[in-house]
Structure formats: C-alpha cells, structure tokens
C-alpha cells in the first residue's frame, strides 16, 4: 500500500492554496492527524508534569551510622498540575523547596559546596569543514547546520533529493530510485547513502528520527519569513540559539515543485519500521504545525545536516569493557563506575533518559510508560528484560543499585561544576583521587538517577537526588524518565 506523504502537509495551506490534490490528502487523512497531534501533545504534557517525592535521606556520612527517615509517601500527596513547556524551572525550584523542607525539620541530607563558577565553555557556533554550525543546548550536544545542503544561506531550499541518493534529478519515481525495494538500516554517516556525509564530509551527517524528535522536543517553532523566504524556526527557549528551515516543498514524478515557498519536507535518515513498504522518517510542516511523518523513499525532499559535539571532553579513564569506559575509585566493593550516561557520547553528554524498567530511550517514544510501573520485582541490576546498561552495553555492565550509590556517596567528594557543556558533579575518589562527572541537563541546577533497587511500594523505586547545594536519596513513581551511569566489576 502506497504511503501517503502528505500525513500532517494537508492540513498546513491556508484554504487560498489548497490544490485538488492536497484537499483530497486532507479529506483522507484528517482523523490519523488528529491522533498523531493528540498523541504528541498528551506525551508532552506528561513529561512536564511536576515530580512528587518519597523521601529517604542519610542521617550521617559514615555509612555505618546511617539512619534512615521516610516522609510521606509522594503517593498520597498531590501533585501539581502541568504549567506549559517551559516549566522546567518550577519543577527545579520545586525540588529545591522540598529538600530545604527536609533539612528545617531535621531531616539531614549530605551537603555540597561548589568549588567552580560553574559556566558553560562549549562555544555556540562554529565551522566543521568550512559549514556553519549552532549548539542549540540539546541533550544530546549535537549541532545543527546553519543551511541546508547544497546551499549556503540560511533561507535558501537548495536542491531536493530521493532518500539515500546523492545527486537532485528531474523526475523522482520508485523506478529510479537506489533504495526502493531495499531492506535498509539507518543511513545516517553511511556516504554511500547518506547526501550530507557524501558533500560536506567527515563530521557531517543526515540527522535520525530521534534526533528530529529531540529537536522538536526541546525547541520551540514558529511559522516566521526570513530574507523573504517562509520557514520554520527553531529557538531553545534556555539560550535563545535558533536555526531556520526554509520552505522546500516537496516533488514527486516529473510534475511541478509542489508547495514550494509555503511548505517543508525534510529527510531524516531512519527508514520506516515497516520496510516493505519503502518509507523513511520526515520532518514536514506548513504554516500551522510541524510534525514527523512517512514518506516514500523516491519523493523527492530537502536534508539539513547535524554535526556531533566534537569537543569529545571525556574523563581520564582507568580501562574499558565492551567498548566502554570506566574508572577506579577505589571503592570498598571494587565497584568501576562508567565514564558517562547510557546513550551519550562523551563525559559532557547528558545521554538517555528511561521509564524504570524500560529498555528504550524515552526521546524514542517506543515506550508509553515502564512494563513494571505496578508489580513488585526484586532488584533490576544486570536483569537484561529490565536493565537499560545491560541491553546498550552488554552484560558486564548493569544499574547501579542503591547501595552503590550509597557508597559513592560517602567515598567522594562532590564538586559542583562544568564539563564542557553541562553543569553537574566532579565526583572524586577520597582513596586515590580518581574522578567521573555526573551531568546534569542543560541550564539544570539539580539532576536525579535511577537506582536498580525497588522501593516498598509496587510502583515506586530509589534514585539518588543531586542540586549544587544537596545529595540525597529518595523513591519517586517508577512512569517517571531519568539517565543511567552504568557500572561493572
């Protein structure tokens, strides 16, 4: 069955622009639409929730002595209701307020004194093979071209292109197309197939579906017209950095350019999970809404390349298992605690984040919500149907449990400061001086992790709670979605 490529276009012209074509899309397609936004929206809305908390802090920093105080459970609390994108701010100033409610009545958490101003030295623009770049403050790091390929100006289309081909024709059909009928992987940094690996080279490359969901996740858009040339923009509302897409329209057969100055169509590199049917992911918008669709392989579309942060900021490692880097702190169990989060790329990258129980990436969207949110289980650490650093690195490498935490805890001192790009804590070894940096997100000023280890009630587990003043532990409602550091022995 042909896969429609206008899902979510239709619905973007005014009622002026409308061709036959279109209308007939949008008569269609109006209902699958409407699903996908509302679904879109509801995840949205739940990531933005604000966190309750079931809190046990440590009485002491000698582990020996160490007592334990419960509040009331977060369960039979409520909890506040969602403000709008932007309110990562309350729910750290949240945070903040209940460990400061936590220490006036006497309920101790471990102190923490920043040594270092913490600032981000990760420069925001720059050049990889004479193109521009902008960081954005994604998760990620990665860097998002100024233009697009082929072009050299922000508001120009450029060219358009198959999925998978590196040279623009007249005439985009399954007939010509490389790819059609091929059982493809991912393409992106592959040059063969990949248009932006192939003309801008070595440290460029078409973006995956996840990153265009991420892009879409942590930026705000706007319908705006830059040098006479409509688009979407894209700005983070934490540093005000933005990238422009021009309008590309799209074309298919020998037929005119479609919708060209009121439309966009971008590829990304992730063919459809249904191969048969010879799809790939694309970003496509009007002047209402941008969303991620299908679209067959031989239509023909623009590419925006993405650079990865190649500051490549790591901490000294003291060796490696299964590719992955760890470092000795010295700990009384042996305990080697990884360089970096589950799904980043360097010390400086804030990873993956994950529903406890989960095995995929919560900016995936593969998962609505953690398998286990309800059942009792014993401790996770190294169970590969529950252990995210088990599934990604293999399974020398597992969860920290709650006690490893506990010891990194009362074996380190805790710096607040900056790695590159993000704020977080230079963990170091009393014992041998050794250190990991535990990030938090961009512009964040507190972080939380998930532990293996299950809390008393069936849908509440223990994570370890840092901000530049805190460290302390707690259990929260397992449906929530944090990063991972891995360990291993």
């Known amino acids: 069955m042909k896969i429609n490529i206008l899902i979510i276009m239709a619905l973007f012209l005014s009622v002026g622009t409308v061709d036959v074509s279109a209308q007939n899309f949008l008569n269609k397609l109006k209902k699958t639409v409407k699903k996908e936004v509302e679904n879109r929206v509801e995840k949205e809305v739940k990531k933005q929730v604000n966190k309750g908390f079931d809190t046990v802090t440590e009485k002491d920093n000698d582990p020996a002595q160490t007592k334990k105080k419960r509040t009331q459970s977060s369960a039979n609390s409520p909890r506040p209701k969602a403000s709008d994108a932007s309110s990562q701010q309350s729910r750290e100033e949240s945070r903040e307020r209940h460990i400061q409610a936590l220490v006036n009545k006497g309920v101790a958490v471990r102190t923490v004194k920043p040594t270092e101003t913490p600032q981000n030295t990760a420069p925001a623009t720059g050049k990889t093979n004479g193109h521009e770049w902008v960081d954005l403050g994604l998760p990620s790091g990665l860097r998002w071209a100024t233009c697009n390929v082929g072009v050299t100006k922000p508001e120009q289309p450029g060219s358009l292109y198959a999925w998978g081909e590196l040279a623009t024709k007249t005439n985009f059909v399954s007939e010509n197309n490389k790819t059609y009928h091929k059982d493809m992987d991912d393409i992106s940094g592959n040059a063969a197939y990949d248009l932006a690996a192939a003309k801008w080279g070595k440290g460029w490359r078409m973006p995956t579906k996840a990153e265009y969901d991420e892009l879409l996740l942590h930026c705000n858009y706007s319908y705006v017209e830059r040098g006479g040339i409509k688009g979407h923009e894209f700005t983070n509302p934490n540093n005000n950095r933005s990238i422009f897409l021009p309008a590309t329209g799209f074309k298919e057969g020998s037929s005119k350019h479609q919708l060209a100055t009121t439309n966009g169509m971008y590829w990304t590199s992730t063919p459809h999970k249904d191969k048969v049917n ?26 925006r390349a993405v650079s ?39 010390s400086e990258h804030f990873g993956n984040t994950y529903y406890w129980g989960s095995t995929s990436p919560y900016i995936d969207y593969h998962s609505e919500d953690t398998p286990i949110k309800d059942i009792k289980v014993d401790d996770i650490s190294g169970n590969p149907k529950y252990d995210p650093a088990t599934v990604a690195w293999g399974k020398e490498w597992k969860m920290p449990t709650l006690e490893q935490f506990k010891e990194l805890m009362f074996n380190c001192t805790w710096e607040w400061t900056t790695l590159g790009r993000l704020n977080g804590f230079k963990v170091i070894s009393k014992t041998n001086g050794n250190y990991i940096f535990i990030p938090a997100e961009m512009y964040a000023k507190s972080v939380s992790y ?13 994570q370890i709670f840092m901000n530049k003043a805190y460290i302390g532990f707690s259990t929260t409602y397992r449906k929530e979605n944090k990063p991972i550091r891995p360990v291993t022995k």
């Open 308 to 346: 990865d942060n190649d500051a490549l900021i790591n901490t000294p490692a003291s060796g490696e298992t299964n590719g992955h880097k760890w470092v000795d702190l010295g700990l009384p169990s042996g305990t080697k605690w990884a360089t970096c989060n589950v799904g980043a790329a360097t």
């Open 278 to 303: 010879n799809g790939s992911h694309v970003y496509i918008f009007g002047s209402a809404l941008g969303e991620m669709s299908i679209a067959e392989r031989y239509t023909g579309a623009g590419v």
């Open 450 to 462: 998930w532990t293996s280890t299950p809390g008393a009630a069936t849908h509440n587990t223990n």
